[in-house]
């Protein structure tokens, strides 16, 4: 699932980024509202599963036990970028969760600009410049704990 976890992200970025130049540039707000609707059920199947398997099947710990970068008995790179991993990826699901939410519940069908975009658009920039964040940290995290 690690594996999975770092492959899906580099499809995510970009489909990511692509929802927003529809948005942007396009104006196609029907299939933006889709891409986002779809990345989030792919996201939330896949930390789900990810979560599932790290907690009951997968020892990670024992995975990064060859990195040079991994102490099991003290803070090393592997747990730092971990740490800061998650204090990206959790407050960005929130954020993502909530900027879904609202804007299913906020804007009309078929979507269109309305009173709720300024605030869809801010807390948009900001759930998707967290997903970035997420995905980087991610990869260092991987990269150092069973990579390199």
Known sequence: ????VFLAMLV??????WSVWLVKRRHNYALHKRVQLV???LLLVT?????????VFTDWEQLAAPSPYYRPDGWSPVWISLVVHLCVAIPTLVLWIYVLATAV?????????GPHS???RLWGQ???????????TGWIFYWLAFVA
């Open 1 to 4: 699932m690690l594996d999975v």
């Open 12 to 17: 995510v970025v970009p489909v990511l980024a």
């Open 39 to 41: 990345l989030a059920t």
């Open 47 to 55: 930390v789900g599963l990810f979560e599932l398997d790290m907690r």
């Open 105 to 113: 519940r906020r804007f009309p069908a078929p979507p269109h600009p």
């Open 118 to 120: 300024r605030s869809h």
């Open 126 to 136: 900001a759930a998707v410049w967290g997903m970035y964040l997420t995905a980087l």
